[in-house]
């Protein structure tokens, strides 16, 4: 799955998504939105718009 559309996608699916892909596959959010090919400051400030705030301990949305 693509995410350079992310903003178009449901915000719960896309939560979804993306915490599974940190728990399996990316070290860190960091790496997980070069690995996606998308800004991280747009998807912090998306998924904040959205209710999700990234816990960098637990790295994960919440």
């Not at 896309?14 to 090919?37: G, H, K, M, T, W």
Request: a negative charge.
């Amino acid at each position: 799955m693509e995410l350079k559309n992310f903003k178009a996608m449901d915000p719960n699916i896309l939560y979804s998504f993306i915490n599974a892909r940190l728990r399996v596959s990316s070290p860190s959010l960091e790496s997980f939105c070069e690995d996606q090919d998308i800004d991280m400051t747009e998807l912090l400030e998306h998924m904040m718009a959205h209710g999700f705030c990234y816990n960098e301990e637990l790295h994960q949305f919440r």
